[in-house]
């Protein structure tokens, strides 16, 4: 639960943390876009909030005027000081240091480095569908979603998956404990920095084939990256690459379990999903970033102070008239669809291709094993809060076998 | 005279969504980080022209274009 008071009034004291936002944020951004399109709040110090795809665009293309030093919104902003590194590059960097800490990541996380994973995810879907096996009623998100990108990154990292708790209890403080006083959010992200140090220590000691030993071995600036360095990149994958993840299968799923229509389709035309899991992702979008306003401007009529923080709402951006025709209805087989799930400009997702794969494995392995389902309880159904948003509780009831 | 298309991808643009390849694998191919380009000298044969168009349609960052010559 978000420490705020509730929001009455979106356009002038909106709050991305309150839980009618969690619970169905289409109605919010299509009354501001059509009425307000770039709504401010006085909380968190300050924030814009634009909801037009075109004006998302722009702010997103334009680092002369807005910074990435801090992306996600709470009362803490990273200090002018950090840039242009920032405190998790390449994520929180700026030109022109922000290319070069993007280059260690591309190719691990090219198509061909992902499409290496894809039997081993697979099998993994299968293995979690296999333990949910003879439950009439299972939760999607819980028991399924969550685990899938966990497991791939820890994998990739070489870190033990029978830690995945500790990496996602981390991931939560980090994105939804956002209303927490500083020294608790530092406080809470201590435990994590002490755990990747000692598996650090223990890869330069004994490296060896993964991506924890090859970012050991990467250059910035040409010289190699410390532990601390290695640390921090950890962290980002961590964050960006979990409950992102997770939100786009649960939601995913959700969405099939109450669109029957569309289920049959995938089933009968396999070759379609490509296709449909841009649709999904474009709808579904969970994820909405931000960026700090470098110098007090006007910006497009807005008056902009140093600081002030910018949402960029994504999946608001996603769901624009103005872009994409039938802009609030799934349409499962959309061919044109030039959304920005994965952002847009420089920080495009670098673990884009990795999200794709994964989701299209898992919503595969799923409608094998469970071809017609429904959602057990619509009303228990639970968006998580904050910046990434997808289904954290998600009761599915299949036919019992005969 | 033979009409003829060809695609291209503006690399200062481009920012490795994929879009290209995964929507016209015939027409594009992936470089080792992930950036589309043309596959060979990006003719377009008349049977990929709908992918063409997919793919000039669906660059998040409109990167792909079309050279008429
Ligand atoms: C469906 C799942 C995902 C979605 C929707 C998503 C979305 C995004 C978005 C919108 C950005 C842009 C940030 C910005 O403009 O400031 C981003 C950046 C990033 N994402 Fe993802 N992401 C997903 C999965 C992943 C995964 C699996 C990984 C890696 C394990 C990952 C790693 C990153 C990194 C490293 C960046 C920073 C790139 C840069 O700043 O150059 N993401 N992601
Ligand atoms: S779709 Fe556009 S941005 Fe993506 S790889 Fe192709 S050209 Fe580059």
Same mark, same amino acid.
């Given at each position: 639960?978000?420490?705020?008071d509730?929001?009455?009034?979106?356009?002038?004291?909106?709050?991305?943390?309150?839980?009618g936002?969690?619970?169905?944020?289409?109605?919010?951004?299509?009354?501001?876009?059509?009425? #307000?399109?770039?709504?401010?709040?006085?909380?968190?110090?300050?924030?814009?909030?634009?909801?037009? &795809?075109?004006?998302?665009? *722009?702010?997103?293309?334009?680092?002369?005027?807005?910074?990435?030093?801090?992306?996600?919104v709470?009362?803490?902003r990273?200090?002018?000081?950090?840039?242009p590194?920032?405190? %998790?590059?390449?994520? $929180?960097?700026?030109?022109?240091?922000?290319?070069?800490?993007?280059?260690?990541?591309?190719?691990?996380? $090219?198509?061909?480095?992902?499409? %290496?994973?894809?039997?081993?995810?697979?099998?993994? #879907?299968?293995?979690?569908?296999?333990?949910m096996? @003879?439950?009439?009623?299972?939760d999607?998100?819980?028991d399924?979603?969550?685990?899938? /990108?966990?497991?791939?990154? %820890?994998?990739?990292?070489?870190?033990? =998956?029978?830690?995945?708790?500790?990496?996602?209890?981390?991931?939560?403080?980090?994105?939804?404990?956002?209303s927490? /006083?500083i020294?608790?959010?530092? %406080?809470?992200?201590?435990?994590?920095?002490?755990?990747? =140090?000692?598996?650090?220590a223990?890869h330069? @000691?004994?490296?060896?084939?993964?991506?924890?030993? +090859?970012?050991?071995?990467?250059?910035?600036?040409?010289?190699?990256?410390?532990?601390?360095?290695?640390?921090?990149?950890?962290?980002?994958?961590?964050?960006?690459?979990?409950?992102?993840?997770? $939100?786009?299968?649960?939601?995913? +799923?959700?969405?099939? !379990?109450?669109?029957?229509?569309?289920?049959?389709?995938?089933?009968? =035309?396999?070759?379609?999903?490509?296709?449909?899991?841009?649709?999904?992702?474009?709808?579904?979008?969970?994820?909405?970033? *931000?960026?700090?306003?470098?110098?007090d401007?006007?910006?497009?009529? #807005?008056?902009?102070?140093?600081?002030?923080?910018?949402?960029?709402?994504?999946?608001? !951006?996603?769901?624009? /008239?103005?872009?994409?025709?039938?802009?609030?209805?799934?349409?499962?087989?959309?061919?044109?669809?030039?959304?920005?799930?994965?952002?847009?400009?420089? &920080?495009? #997702?670098?673990? $884009?291709?990795?999200?794709?794969?994964?989701?299209?494995? !898992?919503?595969g392995?799923?409608?094998?094993?469970?071809?017609?389902?429904?959602?057990?309880?619509p009303?228990?159904?639970?968006?998580?809060e904050?910046?990434?948003?997808?289904?954290?509780?998600? !009761?599915i009831?299949?036919?019992?076998?005969? | 005279?033979m009409?003829?298309?060809?695609?291209h991808v503006?690399?200062?643009?481009?920012?490795?969504?994929?879009?290209?390849?995964?929507?016209?694998?015939?027409?594009?191919?992936?470089?080792?980080?992930?950036?589309?380009?043309?596959?060979g000298d990006?003719?377009?044969?008349?049977?990929?022209?709908?992918?063409?168009?997919?793919?000039?349609?669906?660059?998040?960052?409109r990167?792909?274009?079309?050279?008429?010559?």
């Amino acid at each position: 639960m978000g420490l705020h008071d509730r929001v009455t009034d979106w356009a002038r004291d909106f709050d991305h943390t309150d839980e009618g936002w969690a619970a169905d944020p289409y109605p919010i951004w299509d009354e501001l876009r059509s009425t #307000c399109p770039v709504a401010r709040s006085e909380r968190y110090g300050g924030v814009w909030l634009p909801t037009r &795809h075109e004006d998302v665009v *722009a702010i997103a293309y334009d680092t002369d005027h807005f910074s990435s030093r801090s992306v996600v919104v709470s009362k803490f902003r990273a200090p002018v000081e950090i840039a242009p590194v920032g405190t %998790a590059p390449p994520i $929180s960097s700026d030109p022109p240091f922000h290319k070069q800490a993007r280059k260690v990541l591309l190719p691990v996380f $090219s198509p061909r480095a992902v499409s %290496a994973l894809e039997p081993s995810t697979r099998a993994y #879907c299968e293995e979690l569908l296999e333990q949910m096996r @003879g439950r009439e009623v299972v939760d999607a998100a819980a028991d399924y979603a969550q685990h899938i /990108p966990v497991r791939v990154i %820890a994998n990739m990292l070489g870190l033990p =998956e029978a830690d995945a708790d500790v990496f996602r209890g981390f991931v939560h403080h980090v994105l939804e404990g956002v209303s927490l /006083p500083i020294e608790e959010r530092v %406080a809470g992200m201590l435990p994590l920095f002490d755990y990747l =140090e000692k598996h650090i220590a223990d890869h330069v @000691g004994n490296p060896r084939d993964d991506l924890i030993s +090859l970012l050991l071995d990467s250059e910035v600036d040409g010289r190699k990256l410390d532990g601390f360095e290695v640390a921090r990149m950890i962290l980002l994958l961590l964050i960006a690459g979990i409950d992102t993840t997770w $939100s786009a299968i649960g939601a995913s +799923l959700w969405h099939l !379990a109450r669109t029957p229509a569309d289920r049959r389709r995938l089933l009968a =035309e396999p070759g379609l999903m490509p296709v449909a899991v841009e649709e999904l992702l474009r709808a579904y979008a969970p994820v909405t970033m *931000a960026r700090l306003v470098k110098e007090d401007m006007d910006w497009n009529g #807005c008056p902009m102070k140093a600081d002030d923080w910018v949402l960029l709402p994504f999946p608001s !951006a996603n769901r624009d /008239p103005a872009a994409f025709a039938e802009a609030d209805t799934v349409v499962i087989d959309r061919e044109v669809n030039r959304h920005l799930a994965f952002g847009v400009g420089i &920080h495009r #997702c670098v673990g $884009s291709h990795l999200a794709r794969m994964e989701l299209t494995v !898992a919503l595969g392995a799923w409608l094998a094993a469970i071809p017609d389902f429904e959602l057990a309880e619509p009303a228990a159904v639970r968006w998580s809060e904050g910046q990434v948003r997808g289904p954290r509780i998600l !009761a599915i009831r299949r036919p019992a076998l005969p | 005279m033979m009409w003829r298309m060809n695609v291209h991808v503006d690399a200062d643009r481009c920012q490795g969504h994929g879009r290209c390849y995964l929507t016209a694998p015939g027409l594009f191919e992936a470089d080792d980080l992930g950036s589309g380009r043309p596959i060979g000298d990006g003719a377009v044969p008349v049977a990929l022209q709908h992918d063409a168009r997919l793919a000039v349609a669906n660059c998040p960052e409109r990167a792909v274009s079309f050279e008429g010559t």
